[in-house]
């Protein structure tokens, strides 16, 4: 697992290479107010094994929020270890009930169905949901649970792996979650 010490431009530039083509997504546009705190990759013996991003900001009902997004390979258990669950493949649990929500992926929808992570440390006040993207687990970790009601209507996630011009606004800063 590779993490910058402190989130910025080129720091965020040396993850993109490192990702090798494996989607970095963040909500896009990202908000006025809203920051990159933190990103990482892990990478394999000969590939990368998967990427999430950290960003933080305010909304009118929940004041301070942040959201982490992870997009991994099968089996790799860091979207787990974000979210605190017990399970590195959510497959188990979301098999068989609906999903309770929904992210726009460039022009896919993607569905969502929420994680359970009541084991965890009763401090953590948090939503996680997950679901296949692309092949891959998607994973999204909202604090505080209430902020579930930004993806009420359909959010928008873009990989910026592909971005140019456009990475140079990024606000990054904050405090990085700990996980």
Same mark, same amino acid.
Not at 73 to 102: F, M, N, W, Y
Not at 142 to 157: C, D, F, G, K, Q
């Given at each position: 697992?590779?993490?910058?010490?402190?989130?910025?431009?080129?720091?965020?530039?040396?993850?993109?290479?490192?990702?090798?083509?494996?989607?970095?997504?963040?909500?896009?546009?990202?908000?006025?107010?809203?920051?990159?705190? +933190?990103?990482?990759?892990?990478?394999?013996? +000969?590939?990368?094994?998967?990427?999430?991003?950290?960003?933080?900001?305010?909304?009118?009902? #929940?004041?301070?929020?942040?959201?982490?997004?992870?997009?991994?390979?099968?089996?790799?258990?860091?979207?787990?270890?974000?979210?605190?669950?017990?399970?590195?493949?959510?497959?188990?649990?979301?098999?068989?009930?609906?999903?309770?929500?929904?992210?726009?992926?460039?022009?896919?929808?993607?569905?969502?169905?929420?994680?359970?992570?009541?084991?965890?440390?009763? #401090?953590?006040?948090?939503?996680?949901?997950?679901?296949?993207?692309?092949?891959?687990?998607?994973?999204?970790?909202?604090?505080?649970?209430?902020?579930?009601?930004?993806?009420?209507?359909?959010?928008?996630?873009? +990989?910026?792996?592909?971005?140019?011009?456009?990475?140079? +606004?990024?606000?990054?800063?904050?405090?990085?979650?700990?996980?």
């Amino acid at each position: 697992m590779w993490r910058p010490r402190t989130a910025g431009y080129d720091a965020f530039g040396a993850h993109l290479a490192r990702a090798q083509g494996l989607p970095t997504y963040l909500p896009w546009p990202l908000g006025s107010g809203w920051q990159v705190t +933190d990103f990482g990759v892990v990478v394999g013996a +000969d590939r990368a094994l998967a990427t999430v991003a950290h960003v933080a900001g305010s909304s009118a009902l #929940d004041g301070p929020v942040e959201v982490l997004v992870v997009s991994e390979e099968p089996g790799t258990g860091l979207g787990a270890r974000c979210a605190g669950t017990i399970h590195s493949d959510p497959g188990a649990e979301i098999a068989g009930v609906p999903a309770t929500a929904k992210v726009r992926l460039d022009s896919q929808s993607v569905p969502l169905w929420p994680v359970s992570a009541s084991h965890a440390a009763p #401090d953590l006040d948090r939503s996680v949901l997950a679901g296949e993207a692309e092949g891959r687990w998607l994973w999204i970790v909202l604090r505080p649970a209430s902020a579930i009601l930004l993806l009420h209507e359909e959010w928008t996630l873009t +990989d910026v792996s592909g971005f140019g011009p456009q990475l140079l +606004d990024l606000p990054f800063g904050g405090h990085p979650p700990s996980w």
